[in-house]
């Protein structure tokens, strides 16, 4: 099993699995072959939906704020090849599609198009105020 870091601007993650997403600057590569569990700062692990969860806030929610933009959409299918996941489609789009998401990061879901757990599933927010 292979093991491989991310660094964001807010922490280092030790991730085992499939594919990350490493930061250089505001560059992102991916590590080969990683996944599943993190372990955060002080020791925390980190589920795959609060990794997923988190990649969405800071790749589409924080640049829309930032934007003054009232929605914005994920492409499940998008989210998911930028992660550099395998075969986690269903992962993705349950991650984005709990409540926890929508509480967490101030956001509404509008709506839900296409195939609920495929990569055409595009999921539309409104940004509420945080």
Do not use: W
Request: proline share 4%; net charge positive; charged share 25%.
């Amino acid at each position: 099993m292979e093991l491989g870091v991310l660094l964001s601007k807010r922490r280092i993650i030790l991730v085992h699995g499939v594919k990350l997403l490493t930061q250089h600057g505001k560059h992102y590569s991916t590590v080969p072959h990683l996944e599943l569990t993190k372990q955060a700062e002080g020791g925390k692990t980190m589920a795959l939906a609060d990794g997923i969860r988190e990649f969405a806030d800071e790749h589409y929610i924080q640049p829309a704020r930032e934007r003054g933009d009232r929605q914005f959409t994920i492409r499940a299918g998008d989210l998911h090849d930028d992660m550099g996941l395998h075969a986690r489609l269903p992962a993705v789009c349950a991650a984005l599609g709990a409540n926890k998401f929508e509480d967490h990061y101030a956001v509404r879901r509008l709506s839900v198009d296409g195939p609920l757990n495929g990569a055409n599933c595009v999921l539309t927010f409104e940004i509420r105020r945080p």
